[in-house]
């Protein structure tokens, strides 16, 4: 089983501050997903890694995927209310079976 | 196009009693994806599809069965609800893993009591 964790669990922060989500395997994973959840909602997907050592930036969000494509960050700069939500990172694994980690409830106050 | 179309939304059952809920994609995608999400967590994989006539397990597939009959079509099955499969599931979809998007279902919200 390919598990996927991801760190923090909860953070609440002041509009603002900065940020980054952690998603951490032991697997090698062929891509990786961020999703951001709206209570709900379905999931909505941010970006997708592929290549280890990957860098991808939308607008003030952050993704980097690690050399050995086992890991992966989310940084957000200068965090808003709006960007409140559940985050979830997802690895793509053999046969394609897409996996989730249990996700970082994000809370940005005024 | 629809998306993909998850029914019921809302359900509430009995233990014991069995029912279907249905995934239908009409973007003609060949991977299909059951989840199920409990409250404030992230989704446990039940069941997956890579093409008509193939299905496989995920992390949770004990007290649910699939078929993939066709390729628009994805239907989870729930035999015997106990309360532990009280949940929202949700159904995605995604042509290739090459194109990107993991496209989601509105998710059902299913109580067993």
């Known amino acids: 089983t390919q598990l996927l964790e991801q760190s923090p669990q909860f953070l609440s922060i002041q509009e603002g501050e900065n940020l980054t989500v952690y998603c951490n395997s032991s697997?090698?994973?062929?891509?990786l997903q961020w999703y951001r959840q709206e209570p709900g909602e379905g999931p909505v997907l941010l970006v997708t890694?592929?290549?280890?050592?990957e860098v991808k930036k939308l607008k003030r969000l952050t993704f980097q995927f690690g050399d050995a494509r086992k890991d992966s960050s989310l940084h957000i700069t200068a965090a808003q209310p709006g960007d409140t939500g559940l985050y979830l990172c997802?690895?793509?694994?053999?046969?394609?079976?897409?996996?989730f980690g249990k996700g970082t409830l994000l809370t940005v106050n005024p | 196009n629809a998306g993909v179309t998850q029914t019921p939304k809302f359900r509430i059952l009995k233990i014991g009693q069995s029912m279907t809920l249905q995934c239908t994609q009409d973007m003609n995608h060949n991977y299909m994806y059951w989840y199920r999400q409990d409250p404030g967590m992230g989704l446990k994989l039940i069941y997956y599809s890579v093409g008509a006539g193939i299905t496989d397990k995920g992390e949770v597939p004990n007290g649910y069965n699939v078929s993939r009959s066709t390729t628009e079509d994805f239907p989870l099955r729930l035999e015997l609800a106990a309360p532990s499969q009280t949940s929202v599931y949700f159904c995605?979809?995604?042509?290739?893993?090459?194109?990107?998007?993991?496209?989601f279902g509105e998710g059902s919200r299913l109580t067993v009591l």
């Open positions: 697997s090698v994973f062929s891509s």
């Open positions: 995605a979809s995604i042509r290739g893993w090459d194109t990107g998007e993991l496209f």
């Open positions: 890694v592929v290549t280890g050592g």
């Open positions: 997802a690895g793509v694994g053999s046969n394609y079976k897409l996996t």
